[in-house]
């Protein structure tokens, strides 16, 4: 049986509800906000969790999204280093000039609590280190979510 069509993978399968990658350029954090919902989905009644997605310059989403579940209430540093190295890479090999967008989910959360600071603080430090601009962070909540701001 052939798994494939002119579209690309057509096996049924667990990532079925998977959204479709937008087709038009993220020009502002209410984009970033709107597209970060769809892909947490309901996942944003679940444990606590970082998504990642990058975006090239011109503001199109890459096919890279990573959701980091489970993330601890304080964030360590040098292990978010580690994740914004990875993706520095990604960016410099296929989209120079790109930036890295993020959503930090909790169920209680999606406003500037303490936990959604305190990630977006860090996040935003390594990627300072790491020269790599940050578009968006937003904070998603089972009930509510907004952009956060520096």
Known sequence: ????????????????????????????????????????????????????????????????????????????LGQVRQVVVAMADILAHDAPGGSLAAAIVRAAGGDRGSFERTWEHVLRTAAADRGVRVSAVVAVGEHRARVLGT
């Open 1 to 76: 049986m052939d798994i494939h069509d002119s579209a690309g993978w057509a096996a049924p399968g667990p990532d079925d509800d998977l959204p479709v990658l937008p087709d038009h350029p993220l020009r502002d954090e209410d984009d970033i906000l709107a597209v970060m919902l769809s892909l947490v989905g309901p996942e944003r009644a679940g444990p606590p969790a970082l998504w990642l997605v990058l975006l090239d310059a011109e503001g199109m989403m890459l096919p890279v999204v990573l959701p980091l579940v489970g993330i601890p209430l304080q964030p360590d």
